[in-house]
Structures are given as structure tokens and as C-alpha cells.
């Protein structure tokens, strides 16, 4: 990366009275305003020179992501989401649902777009400068980050199941709710017993937490998730 270029220093006796489109700095021949600083600062909450520092990474990044003609597209997505479905034993259609249910599912596309496109970066420039990540360097990520490798064998839950998807989703706004038409019942879940919809869903919902409202036996369920023990730790292969 070219080295960028101050244009003028920001310090705290400058004036911003008539100068809203001045050039604050130029990073490889391309401009950050007072206006862009201004903006992320009360966006952000930053200081001013957190805000500068964070305007000059994500300008750069755009030069790379420009530089190395990385994009995403929905073919793309579609192909990662496709391998997420996969590796939860589901079809494409029902791992939309359950997403769709659990999050904001646009907010969920773009997070796959950002990770696709720096993975895209991170792989291209690699393949001309960066060593790939050896079994060492593996085993360094795996110890530092175990909790991300662990499952819960006993799952203790609260079900509740109903005909009436709405009633469901009440419950879910208000706990204390109790209807005649939803049936609650607590139940002890087996990891190695549950189907591979459920296994998605209990090991992607916390304890204290209900879970998102899926089908299954004809009728709308959705967990509540008490308590997770047994844990055991994937061993890294």
C-alpha cells in the first residue's frame, strides 16, 4: 500500500466555519474531507483522530478490494449459504426459514457479503505474499478459541407447540403468557437424539433465551433454553 499523504493537520484550534468540504487528508491520491471526520465522529462517537484513523483503514481497504477487482455476488452467497445448509443436515429453503426467523435476514446477507469479500482479499493477496496458515497456526487458533468448538450434550428446555404461530410469538414478547392452545412441556434434549433442525437451533441459541419458532410434527414450535451441560470440546482433527 502507497503511503498516505496528510493535506492538513487536524488539531483542536482549527475552524470548521466554511471549510465543510476541505480536504483533511489524501490517502493514495484520493480525498477524506472535515465533512467525512465530522460525520463519523457524531456517527461513531470517535475522536477526531480515532475517526481519521478509522476513515484512512476503510478507504484502503476499498483501494485493495479495488486494486485486486474483488466483488460478491448472489451467486456467490447463494453457493455459502447453500455449504451453511449442508453442514446443518438442511435444505436451503428451510436454513433461510430458521435464519429468518432467528435475525434480521438482510442484516444476515450482508454480513455473508462482508466476510465473502474479505475472504476473497485476504485469499488473493495471500496467494502472491502471505504464507497459508500451517497446522501450527491452527492449533494456536484452536486452543485460543476453544469455547467455539464446544457442544452441549444435555440441553434442558421449555417447548412450547402450537397450532397458532402468532400465539408463539407472544409468548416470546411476554414470557409470562400462558394460552390453552399452546402446550408447554420441559424437556431434556439428547444431542446425539435430535434432528439436525433442532441440533441447529439449540446450539445457536444461548441459555436464558428462546429460540427462533420453527415446524416440526405439524405444528409451530419454539424453545426456551434453560440450562446447557456436558460440555465437550470438538477435538481439532
Not at 496458515?133 to 452441549?152: C, P, R, S, T, V
Request: charged share 25%; glycine share 2%; hydrophobic share 40%.
Amino acid at each position: 500500500m502507497k503511503k498516505y499523504i496528510l493535506a492538513l493537520l487536524l488539531s483542536g484550534s482549527i475552524s470548521y466555519a466554511g471549510l465543510i468540504n476541505a480536504i483533511a487528508v489524501i490517502v493514495n491520491d484520493e480525498p477524506i474531507t472535515l465533512y467525512d471526520i465530522d460525520n463519523k465522529i457524531e456517527k461513531e462517537r470517535l475522536s477526531k483522530q480515532d475517526a481519521l484513523t478509522s476513515l484512512i483503514d476503510e478507504l484502503l481497504y476499498k483501494q485493495e478490494l479495488k486494486k485486486h477487482n474483488i466483488s460478491v455476488d448472489i451467486l456467490d452467497i447463494d453457493d455459502y449459504i447453500g455449504k451453511l445448509a449442508k453442514q446443518n443436515n438442511m435444505n436451503i429453503l428451510d436454513f433461510k426459514s430458521v435464519v429468518r426467523e432467528q435475525q434480521n435476514y438482510d442484516l444476515f446477507i450482508e454480513k455473508i457479503e462482508k466476510q465473502l469479500i474479505h475472504q476473497k482479499l485476504v485469499s488473493k493477496i495471500a496467494s502472491n505474499k502471505l504464507k497459508i496458515a500451517n497446522d501450527m497456526d491452527i492449533e494456536i487458533y484452536y486452543q485460543n478459541n476453544k469455547d467455539e468448538f464446544q457442544l452441549a450434550n444435555n440441553i434442558e428446555v421449555v417447548a412450547y407447540v402450537s397450532k397458532n404461530k402468532e400465539l408463539l410469538r407472544a409468548i416470546k414478547s411476554n414470557p409470562m403468557l400462558r394460552d390453552d392452545n399452546v402446550m408447554v412441556q420441559n424437556i431434556l434434549l439428547k444431542q446425539s437424539e435430535i434432528n439436525p433442525q433442532v441440533k441447529y437451533i439449540v446450539n445457536s441459541t444461548k441459555e436464558n433465551e428462546f429460540s427462533s419458532i420453527f415446524v416440526d410434527n405439524q405444528a409451530y414450535n419454539m424453545l426456551y433454553i434453560k440450562h446447557k451441560s456436558d460440555i465437550n470440546t470438538i477435538p481439532l482433527i
